[in-house]
């Protein structure tokens, strides 16, 4: 039922939400980061990570100092496992219906790639255990662009093993992104895997994309035509015109409060995805990035979007619901439920 009394930032906050663009290791909240860099072994990192957090993020390659940072802190499953169940206790908190995670399966100090990606996937599994009716997660496997093809090639036989050797686990997965510092690395080189992902594994792939000027990668990646994209803030009129003219349309995760942190956009009311695609009602979905880092919320982030962009209730309420059609789960009941839980909450009975 339509909640009367409540102004619509307040509506937005109790409505159940959708998340579909956040990165594990950014959604670590500042204050477990700072609790993870008073513990002995990190002492030799605390004074370079201080440093970095004492202003905040205020560009793209700040943040991207401060990710390796995160890893650090992260070097066992114990640990992993705790930041899993924090993160996931944070979106549960915003009324967030279903969520899709991704992680970048890396070796570490005490954990394989392989080990990481499992506990990334166990935990999500035991807080689904926990919360039989609570928020719906599932997992995206990220591919880094500023690291070798050979790691994403190894990635992508991890995730094929789980798959076939725990598929209580790899059913979780949902889904591939390709993420990484947009300065490095180039979109060419791992297409061909991304391809096979989703030829071989069925897999559908999301793309982080015009995070910084490079219409050449954008043309191939459209061209590439991935099942979603991610940011979409920096490119000519040339290659929005493509992405508003290509069919069938290519749903965008818009993450408002990272872009302006890290300088992609001066001013929200600048952003072209708000500008452009959503009069049209593309697809979008509204989504928090690194929550973490850049100390937001979903509901901060419809808050951002509502500020600049007001808009009725209904509008609101078919924004949000629009995001579950671009959600990768294929699993019907699991969906429905979730559809169920949101109209239930946005519509009068
Ligand atoms: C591109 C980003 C990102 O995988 O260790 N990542 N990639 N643009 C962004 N916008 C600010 N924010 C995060 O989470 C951290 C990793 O996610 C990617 C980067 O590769 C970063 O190392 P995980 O859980």
């Known amino acids: 039922m339509l909640r009367e009394g409540l102004d619509i930032p307040q509506w937005v906050k109790v409505i159940p939400k959708v998340e579909l663009h956040a990165h594990l290791s950014g959604s670590v909240r500042l204050r477990t980061i700072r609790k993870l860099l008073q513990k002995p072994e990190n002492v030799s990192i605390l004074q370079d990570a201080e440093s970095l957090l004492e202003g905040g993020i205020k560009s793209l390659e700040q943040g991207f100092r401060l990710f390796p940072i995160i890893h650090q802190l992260i070097p066992d499953s114990e640990t992993l496992r705790m930041v899993v169940q924090d993160v996931l206790n944070d979106f549960a908190e915003e009324n967030t219906a279903y969520i899709e995670l991704r992680t970048t399966p890396r070796d570490s100090r005490n ?94 792939i999301t793309v982080h994309f015009a995070e910084v000027l490079n219409d050449k990668e954008c043309m191939q990646i459209l061209n590439f035509k991935p099942e979603r994209i991610g940011h979409a803030v920096i490119m000519s009129d040339l290659v929005l015109e493509r992405l508003m003219k290509q069919e069938p349309p290519i749903g965008v995760e818009v993450c408002l409060t990272s872009n302006m942190l890290t300088n992609s956009v001066s001013h929200l009311t600048e952003h072209p995805v708000l500008n452009h695609l959503l009069p049209g009602n593309h697809p979008i979905c509204i989504c928090t990035d690194d929550a973490g880092i850049f100390d937001t919320s979903l509901s901060e982030e419809y808050g951002q979007l509502l500020r600049y962009f007001p808009m009725s209730r209904d509008d609101t309420a078919r924004l949000a619901m629009g995001a579950l059609d671009l959600a990768f789960c294929e699993d019907e009941n699991v969906m429905a439920t979730v559809r169920k839980r949101m109209m239930k909450a946005m519509k009068p009975p």
């Open 111 to 204: 954990m394989s790639a392989e080990e990481y990606l499992k506990t990334v996937l166990q935990g999500v599994s035991e807080y689904m255990s926990a919360h039989p009716t609570g928020m719906v997660c599932r997992v995206l496997v990220s591919i880094c662009r500023h690291q070798s093809t050979e790691v994403a090639r190894d990635i992508a036989h991890i995730v094929e093993r789980i798959r076939t050797l725990r598929p209580d686990l790899g059913g979780l997965i949902v889904g591939f992104d390709f993420s990484g510092n947009p300065n490095r690395g180039q979109w060419e080189d791992f297409e061909p895997i991304l391809r096979k992902v989703r030829t071989e594994l069925g897999l559908p």
